[in-house]
Every structure is written in C-alpha cells, then in structure tokens.
C-alpha cells in the first residue's frame, strides 16, 4: 500500500483552523461513509468510501466569512463483510475531529456510527479501539473470524488506521 498524502490541500493555505484527515483502510473490505455532524465550521473535501487496502483524505475548515470558530464534528463509517448465507456482518465506528480557533487539536474514535458521539468523545493525543470478533468471508470466499484494531492521532494532519487480524475460529 502507497503511503497516504497527508498535505493541506491548497485551497485551504488561507484558512485559519483547518484538517485533513486521512482514513487508511489496511482491510479487505471497503470502509462505507455514513454520516457526517458538525459543531462548527465545514468540509472542503468531504469524506467518502475507501476501497480495500487503500486510503482517502478529507478536509475541512472554518466557515467562510466565520470570526474566531474553527472546525469540529464526526464522520460515521461502515465495514461490510460478507457472510456465508449471503448476508454482511458489519462494523460501524466513528471518528471525531476538532481544530478550535484557539486550542490544541484533538481527535477521536468510538464504536457506533454516530457522528455527533464521536465529536462529544475528542480529546488530544492518540485514540484507540478493538473490536470484537466478526465471522464473514475473505476476499477469497473462505470463512474467518476478524477483529478491527483503530488508531487515530491526533494533529493538523490526522490520519485515522484501520487494520485487520484474523482470529482463529
């Protein structure tokens, strides 16, 4: 897997509080965008689906013509896993983000899809979770059990990993 971008996109060089975040899908499933909440300020790039073993960056900033209020919110995901009697089993997270006018940027991750909990859930530093184990299908159609390790730091330029590891069923 290439290593993601991470630079400020240049139509943001004048924005006071701005982020990118890089999502980076080190999985065999696609990562779903769901949802998205802000506290404050507004995408420039909003965040999309992540194809297998591949990464995706967002941004966002202050509103335009805003005195004084950053950009803070969450961003809601799914990944879908194929079971063997044609169903998904999935695991929904979140990812909160905030970049204050004034203040130290902070980051979160939580295990619901719900935007507006993981912005409630931000704090400075490195944020981390484990799932419990999925059963599905790989990418070669063979039954496995699966845990989701999530890492997200925290920065101007925060990047968010999702990596898998099989479990013995």
């Not at 006071?16 to 790039?45: A, C, H």
Request: with cysteine.
């Amino acid at each position: 897997m290439a290593r993601p971008d991470t630079s400020t996109p240049e139509k943001l060089s004048d924005k006071p509080r701005k982020f990118t975040m890089t999502l980076v899908n080190e999985t065999q499933w696609t990562i779903q965008f769901q949802s998205s909440y802000f506290n404050s300020g507004r995408f420039e790039d909003a965040p999309t689906n992540v194809k297998p073993f591949n990464s995706m960056q967002f941004s966002g900033c202050d509103k335009d013509n805003s005195i004084m209020t950053g950009v803070s919110g969450g961003t809601a995901f799914r990944i879908l896993i194929p079971t063997a009697n044609n169903d998904y089993a999935h695991h929904d997270f979140s990812v909160g983000f905030s970049a204050p006018y004034g203040g130290a940027y902070k980051t979160s991750v939580v295990r619901e899809a719900n935007a507006e909990r993981a912005y409630d859930a931000i704090k400075e530093g490195t944020t981390s979770l484990s799932s419990g184990v999925l059963n599905g299908l790989d990418e070669d159609g063979k039954e496995v059990g699966v845990k989701f390790e999530l890492v997200a730091e925290s920065g101007e330029h925060t990047t968010c990993t999702i990596t898998q590891q099989l479990v013995q069923r």
